[in-house]
């Protein structure tokens, strides 16, 4: 029996697009006004796309990363800020699809978050720690069937919007830096008090300011597994992947733009080939290339989520960085052709061309995780692991 003709698509496509909608309406003033894209937000609970990691068994749709990188780039060529929003909510969602079904606590709580819709921000980075997540200098305190914790988190985006906040620790007030916990906190099991603003040059929708964390839960509420092997097996790969899907999401709008113009163009000039046509040509081959490595990447992931000890092999995380690497510096060549195609039209604000959100959000890019900081860490495991040189893998 076919559905109703005013029966709406449900498919994740069509969800997907009609959030893209809502943040595409928005996408200027979110950005001008450095403010959480609430509508957007609003759009993806009511189109359930919070919850769509979650297994069926636990009320979500077990959707993949790569069709949650698929919602990415949509939403990426309508409002990055919206889309990094969900990207790395989802990069949460990860951590406790892969690693919370030994605990039952966290088996209940993917059921509350995907019926209930809950936004989960990350509270990894810290005061002192240099923007490496993989160290912490506060400890998570256990007292009985309580856990307390105070953290001098220098960024955590969409904080005062978020329903939870997952939180990175010392295991120990005796541990080493490197013996992490994360812990899931819920609204009114913490408090928040801002010590820095965000007012950057782009992503200024994500809200990513600075809080003194204080939180009280109950301890079952510590995920089971130490935080480096949640890093390793699942965060390192979803969080280059998803993050790589947005940043293609605004390339790809960008070269929308750019076409758009020198089709304009070439109507005026009667079908004569305007000049931008070249650039508008080297713009789309870079675009392919970058969706090609993105799906590369994505293919990568999926075998080795089926092998434990390639998910946690050298070679794993190396393709990972490379994925990073290679997205977060094609966009910003790409925007920059668009912006030379449309030319003063791209440059200003307000007309159908326009790039500069473009370009100040992709500029993001290198500095989500710093490429100098992931370089070194390549070259440091490239010194005991060979590089893969087969052309089929």
């Not at 906190?185 to 003194?212: A, E, H, I, N, P």
Request: proline residues 3%; neutral net charge; hydrophobic residues 45%.
């Amino acid at each position: 029996m076919s559905l109703p003709a005013f029966a709406a698509d449900m498919s994740l496509s069509a969800r997907a697009h009609r959030v893209a909608t809502v943040a595409a309406e928005f996408a200027d003033r979110v950005d001008h006004d450095g403010r959480f894209p609430r509508e957007a937000v609003d759009a993806m609970k009511a189109e359930r796309l919070i919850g769509i990691q979650i297994p069926a068994a636990f009320g979500g749709e077990g959707a993949s990363i790569a069709e949650i990188a698929e919602v990415c780039s949509i939403l990426g060529q309508a409002c990055a800020a919206s889309a990094m929003v969900f990207a790395m909510h989802q990069i949460k969602v990860s951590s406790l699809v892969e690693h919370g079904g030994d605990s039952e606590w966290h088996r209940d709580f993917m059921r509350e978050l995907a019926g209930r819709q809950l936004l989960v921000a990350s509270a990894t980075t810290e005061g002192g720690i240099g923007g490496n997540m993989r160290n912490s200098i506060c400890a998570i305190e256990v007292d009985g069937d309580i856990c307390r914790l105070t953290k001098d988190a220098t960024v955590i985006s969409y904080g005062a919007h978020a329903d939870v906040i997952m939180v990175t620790s010392r295991s120990n007030e005796k541990a080493a830096p490197t013996d992490q916990v994360m812990t899931v906190f819920k609204q009114g099991q913490y408090t928040l008090q801002k010590t820095v603003d965000w007012d950057t040059l782009g992503m200024r929708g994500t809200c990513s300011d600075g809080f003194l964390f204080r939180g009280e839960a109950p301890s079952v509420q510590i995920f089971p597994k130490p935080f480096a092997e949640i890093a390793a097996q699942s965060m390192l790969a979803t969080s280059h992947l998803l993050w790589s899907a947005v940043w293609y999401g605004i390339a790809a709008d960008a070269v929308l733009r750019a076409q758009a113009f020198v089709r304009a163009a070439a109507r005026k000039a009667g079908g004569t080939q305007p000049p931008g046509a070249l650039r508008l040509a080297e713009a789309s081959n870079l675009l392919q290339l970058l969706k090609a490595g993105i799906l590369s990447g994505l293919r990568i992931y999926a075998d080795a989520k089926a092998d434990h000890d390639q998910l946690s092999s050298m070679a794993f995380s190396i393709a990972m960085n490379n994925v990073k690497l290679a997205s977060s510096e094609t966009i910003l060549t790409i925007i920059n052709q668009a912006m030379i195609i449309c030319g003063i039209m791209g440059y200003k604000n307000g007309t159908p061309y326009s790039l500069g959100r473009h370009l100040r959000d992709a500029h993001s890019a290198q500095l989500m995780i710093s490429n100098d900081r992931i370089l070194g860490n390549t070259s440091t495991m490239l010194l005991v692991q060979k590089p893969d040189t087969s052309l089929l893998g």
